[in-house]
Every structure is written in structure tokens, then in C-alpha cells.
């Protein structure tokens, strides 16, 4: 019965004394966290793949985001990330000059028939208008008026190859650059999302020609997903069996950069 | 109650504080969770403040007003004729808060972001970080409550403890006088303020910061979309998501005080083994008698 007792008060020591750790410890001990490939965050970034897998479980791949009327529209969409590429990239700069004339949008990869559509081409085929809100990874939302070819239209006109697991987004835009090689910005979906009824190449916002700051000519919108997930100034859509030899291996500029794949909370 | 304050006679003619019955008062299930949900707890609360710093404001409304104001909380830095000060607007109200909100030191730096480096994980600002790490804990949160609740049902904790009887409505205001005034009874149940207490988070504080962290997502929005409706708006749910941290952690600061107060080594052992040292005149069996 002592060293039961001993026992106990040795337990509720070490008990209160990890507790105590843990709470007086500032948090800088736990800054390892942020190392790409360190193990625990391996460990923890498992997560994402339950929270992607257990949303396509709840959600209908066919279920639609919101969309709200004209009264909601209550500011312009707010420019984030890149929001004018002629800065630092010059065959974009052309393309605007030009009006983006010389423009294409290819969709590639694993097709059975490759195509290329100009600005016009798309402007000119059946479009889809949806008022919805766009949620930024940071935290803040923006209800804008998106129009624009379902993506899935032009998917059918290409036929995407069975063996079809993904579609990639590249785009114009360019981060870093400087000390280190500039990258393009890219990001990815699954074809669910890629095949989703709200899933368009949209030229134009809140009923005017997509202006650059917001991703002219031509951003893709993936609505039941967040900000990154809405691709800017894409210029090709590549089908893929798997991203792991692009960019860093992680689908997409900010997930290369740690961010979720998913993109869906 | 009051035939338990000890009387100065009793007290005098006994060498030995009396001692009630060693009672086995906490299952597996209930000290596992707790001590799983205070890891848990303590991650989603600093990473919640790193995502939080992400973009420090908070509104009502679907929305975030940038050419009209909705804003409720506004965490930022300014400059002012002294230089860049730290400010956080509430309702209107704004106070300086330099050196703690909007703007702080880190080892040396100053740094312009809404919560300071010693209250988020990571240090420095890092969102993708955070999201990895709240996301993760989320999930074991969640985990936590569901075989919690199960456990709880089946073990008898929920209705012995948890849920506040007419008697425990008719005995509350009783009890929270003793509380005021530090007199703690140490029964086989809760107390009806602690049940009330408990209740609170559990039928209340959880389940609000669960559905309003997953209201902030997207795809469920597009699955869910009662979510948004029964909130008000995404961004009123990222608004009830902060309150809701807000509350849960001003009750760690009362629970943590309470068990100090009433006994900490009694307290902690009654969550670590299980046994707990009740007030003389308990009944020794486990059965469901001294309902305080």
C-alpha cells in the first residue's frame, strides 16, 4: 500500500510537472513544427488526407456552393496574391498589350485529342454566370459575380484518358525570383472537382471583362474550395495520373509551400 | 452542507482532519479524454491564434467588409506622431494594446501582427503551419468528445454529472454560495454548479466550436449548407469561433482555479488514478447517493 501510494504521488508529480512543461514552455519550443519533412509534422499533416477524404464521404460530389443574389455583390472582389504579372513576366505583359489576342488556353496532358481555344473561342461558347463567395485562406470572404465556360465542357471536347487522376492548373504568374529561381504559380484538383458544374474558366467579373489584378484573361474557379484552389492568368490545363515529379511533388505552389492540397476547410 | 463546516469544538477534540471515504469517482474514459482534450486544446487554442493572425479581423455578415464596414474586432498596427503603435478596435472602441496586440517583441524584433510570438505556434507567423497542426488536433478534439459521449452514456458520468436535475436547478444558487465563499463539497457526483459548468461546455461550448469551424469551410458550406443559415454567414461563424475560444478559455482559467482551491492534489489524483477523497459523511458505495 505504500508504494502503491509512493506510486501515486509519483504519477501525480510527473502528471503536474509535464502539464506545467507544457504550458510554461514558450512556444518557440514547438517552431520544429514548421520544418517540411520533420517527422511529426509528417504525422500531423496525415490529417489532411482524412479531412479530404472524409468531406468527398459527407459532401455530394455534385453538391453546388452557394450563390447569392445581385444585392449581395456589396464591394468589388478583392485582388490577393499576384495581382498584375507584367511586372516581372513579359509574355504576359505582351498578352495584355495585345489584348490578349495571342492568348490560348490548352488543355493537354492525358487527352485523347489536345486542344486550344483563344479568349474569343471561349467568350463565344455557352457560358455559366454564378454570384458566389470566395474564401481566402487567411480568413476573410468576398461575394463577386464570376462568368465563364464550365470547365467540364471543354474536358469533353478533349476526352480525358481513363487513366486521368488529376487536373493541373499552370499559370503566368511567377513568385520568388531574385536570390531564387522564379517559380510559376500552379495548383491542382481532383477531376471531381475539375468535372463540377461550378467549375469554370472565367473571363468575367461582376459583369465586365476579369481585370488583371484578378487573374485576366482567364481564371478557374473550384467553388467549394479556398482562394489558392481558384487559380489565376492560367494559360494550360494539364491531365495527370499524379503531380510527385512536378514543382516540389506537392500539387501547387502554396502547397509546395505547406499548404493542404485539399484546400477544402 | 453546513453540517460539514467543520466546527471549532470538533476540530479541537480530533487530532486528525476528518477524512471522508477514498471513492472511485473517475472511469478511464473520463481522465483519458480530459487529459487528451488538454493537449488537444492547448494546440488548437495557439494555432487558432497563428490562423487568426492570418488576417486579425472579424466581422458579422457572409462577407468581409472591405469598402463597408461590418467589422466587430480589429487587431493592427499604425503609425502615430510617437511612431508605429499597436491598436485593437472593438465595436468601435479602440485601445492601444503596443506590446501585446498588433504590435510585440520576439526575441528582440518588433513585429506587427495581431497576437504576439508567445501566444502562437509557430513563433513567427506561419498560416500553413498552423492550419497543419489545428487541423490535426481538430480531428483528435473530435475523436475525444465522440468516445467521451459514448463512454459517458454508458458509464452513467453524463446523467450523474453532466446533466442538471430539478433538484441540482433548486440547490444551484446554494452552491454557488458555497463556491463564493471557497466552502467545496467533495460528493460521489458533481456539484450543481460544476454540472452546470460542464454542461456548458459540453452541450454548448463544443459543439458550437465544432460546427463553427467546420461553417468555415467551404466544401461543407456546399454539403451542409444549414451551417451557414443557423450562423448567420460564414464570417458571424468565424466571429462565434473566436467568442467561443474566448469563453473556453476563461473557463481553463476558473477550472484551473477551482481545482487549486479545492484541493489540487486531491483534485489531480481523482484525474490521473481515478480516486478521490470525498467529505466526511459520504457514502462510501459508488452508488448515485450524495447528489450535492
Not at chain 1, 449581395?72 to 505582351?94: C, K, L, M
Request: glycine fraction near 10%.
Amino acid at each position: 500500500m505504500a508504494e502503491l501510494i509512493y506510486n501515486r504521488r509519483r504519477l501525480l508529480g510527473l502528471g503536474a510537472a509535464g502539464a506545467g512543461s507544457l504550458l510554461l514552455a514558450g512556444c518557440d519550443s514547438f517552431d520544429f513544427l514548421a520544418q517540411r519533412n520533420h517527422p511529426v509534422r509528417d504525422f500531423l499533416e496525415r490529417a489532411n488526407g482524412l479531412t479530404y477524404a472524409a468531406q468527398r464521404a459527407l459532401v455530394g460530389d455534385q453538391a453546388l456552393a452557394r450563390e447569392f443574389s445581385e444585392s449581395e455583390i456589396r464591394q468589388g472582389q478583392r485582388p490577393n496574391g499576384t495581382t498584375d504579372p507584367r511586372t516581372n513576366v513579359a509574355e504576359y505583359s505582351q498578352l495584355v498589350e495585345t489584348n490578349f489576342a495571342n492568348y490560348r488556353l490548352r488543355i493537354t496532358g492525358l487527352v485523347e485529342t489536345p486542344k486550344e481555344y483563344t479568349l474569343t473561342e471561349l467568350q463565344n461558347m455557352p457560358s455559366r454566370t454564378q454570384i458566389t463567395r470566395h474564401d481566402c485562406v487567411e480568413g476573410w470572404s468576398c461575394i463577386a459575380k464570376w462568368t465563364g465556360v464550365p470547365l467540364s465542357r471543354l474536358l469533353d471536347e478533349a476526352k480525358v484518358k481513363p487513366q486521368a487522376k488529376f487536373a493541373l492548373y499552370h499559370c503566368y504568374d511567377q513568385y520568388g525570383g531574385g536570390l531564387s529561381a522564379a517559380v510559376n504559380y500552379y495548383t491542382s484538383s481532383d477531376l471531381i472537382d475539375a468535372f463540377h458544374p461550378q467549375t469554370i474558366c472565367s473571363y468575367g467579373l461582376n459583369g465586365a471583362a476579369l481585370p488583371v489584378a484578378n487573374g485576366a484573361p482567364v481564371r478557374v474557379r473550384i467553388e467549394r474550395a479556398l482562394g489558392y484552389k481558384q487559380p489565376k492568368y492560367v494559360h494550360t490545363i494539364e491531365l495527370v495520373d499524379g503531380f510527385s515529379t512536378i514543382g516540389r511533388g506537392q500539387g501547387g505552389y502554396w502547397e509546395d509551400n505547406g499548404y493542404d492540397w485539399y484546400g477544402g476547410i | 452542507m453546513t453540517d460539514q463546516v467543520m466546527d471549532p469544538a470538533t476540530v479541537a477534540e480530533k487530532p486528525a482532519k476528518p477524512k471522508g471515504p477514498l471513492i472511485y469517482r473517475q472511469s478511464i474514459f473520463t481522465r483519458l479524454t480530459h487529459w487528451i482534450w488538454a493537449i488537444a486544446m492547448f494546440f488548437l487554442l495557439l494555432t487558432g491564434l497563428q490562423i487568426y493572425n492570418a488576417h486579425p479581423t472579424l466581422y458579422i455578415g457572409e462577407q468581409s467588409g472591405f469598402e463597408f464596414d461590418n467589422a466587430v474586432l480589429r487587431i493592427g498596427a499604425e503609425n502615430t506622431p510617437e511612431g508605429p503603435r499597436g491598436f485593437t478596435t472593438i465595436f468601435g472602441q479602440k485601445f492601444d494594446t503596443t506590446g501585446v496586440l498588433g504590435m510585440s517583441e520576439l526575441r528582440g524584433n518588433t513585429n506587427f501582427i495581431g497576437f504576439p510570438g508567445w501566444a502562437t505556434i509557430p513563433s513567427v507567423r506561419d498560416l500553413a503551419t498552423g492550419r497543419v497542426v489545428h487541423f490535426f488536433f481538430a480531428w483528435v478534439f473530435v475523436a475525444a468528445l465522440a468516445v467521451w459521449f459514448v463512454a459517458s452514456l454508458l458509464n452513467r458520468h453524463l446523467w450523474r454529472d453532466i446533466i442538471l436535475k430539478p433538484r441540482d436547478i433548486r440547490d444551484l444558487p446554494r452552491d454557488i454560495w458555497d463556491h463564493i465563499t471557497f466552502r467545496f463539497k467533495h460528493g460521489r457526483s458533481y456539484t450543481p454548479l460544476q454540472k452546470a459548468a460542464y454542461f456548458g461546455v459540453f452541450a454548448i461550448l463544443f459543439p458550437l466550436i465544432i460546427l463553427t469551424g467546420l461553417t468555415m469551410s467551404p466544401a461543407m458550406n456546399a454539403g451542409w449548407p444549414w451551417l451557414v443559415d443557423i450562423f448567420g454567414g460564414r464570417q458571424t461563424a468565424r466571429t462565434i469561433h473566436f467568442v467561443v475560444m474566448v469563453l473556453l478559455v476563461l473557463f481553463f482559467v476558473v477550472h484551473v482555479a477551482m481545482v487549486v482551491l479545492a484541493g489540487p492534489i486531491n483534485e489531480l489524483r481523482s484525474m490521473i488514478t481515478g480516486y478521490y477523497r470525498t467529505s466526511p459523511g459520504t457514502e462510501p458505495d459508488n452508488k448515485d447517493k450524495s447528489n450535492g
